[in-house]
């Protein structure tokens, strides 16, 4: 992320309704475009328990994802769970069972499976 970026996330409020249904036609279309563009793509799953965990910590709104690689370098992402000012979530407060206050750490997510860019709907070959 640049610093450019991040100051265009500052200038938006983000919310839980950001995103919608593109259908299969749009989502095949972007996805074969971005191949014919830059000649691959990849697939990366990520399970929904680890995306509900992430959402459900305080105050997040959505999740970042990054680009990134992985020890073997291959592209992968990780997530980022982010608050509707579009700050990354790296701790929050909470309440624990004695009634005190303490700091947890807020979730980074990785560890996804890769899967063959030639499967799925949007083949194209």
């Not at 990354?88 to 899967?115: C, H, Q, W």
Request: proline content about 2%; charged content about 25%.
């Amino acid at each position: 992320m640049t610093k450019k970026d991040i100051q265009v996330l500052q200038h938006q409020r983000l919310h839980e309704n950001i995103g919608e249904d593109i259908g299969l036609e749009m989502g095949a279309k972007m996805v074969k475009d971005y191949y014919d563009r830059y000649g691959e793509n990849s697939i990366h799953f990520v399970g929904r328990n680890i995306l509900e965990k992430m959402l459900a910590q305080p105050n997040c709104t959505g999740i970042n994802m990054y680009k990134a690689l992985n020890s073997k370098g291959e592209q992968t992402y990780v997530f980022v769970g982010v608050d509707n000012q579009g700050k990354s979530i790296l701790e929050y407060s909470v309440i624990n069972d004695n009634g005190t206050l303490t700091k947890e750490i807020g979730m980074i997510a990785n560890r996804f499976l890769p899967r063959d860019p030639d499967e799925g709907w949007f083949a194209w070959g």
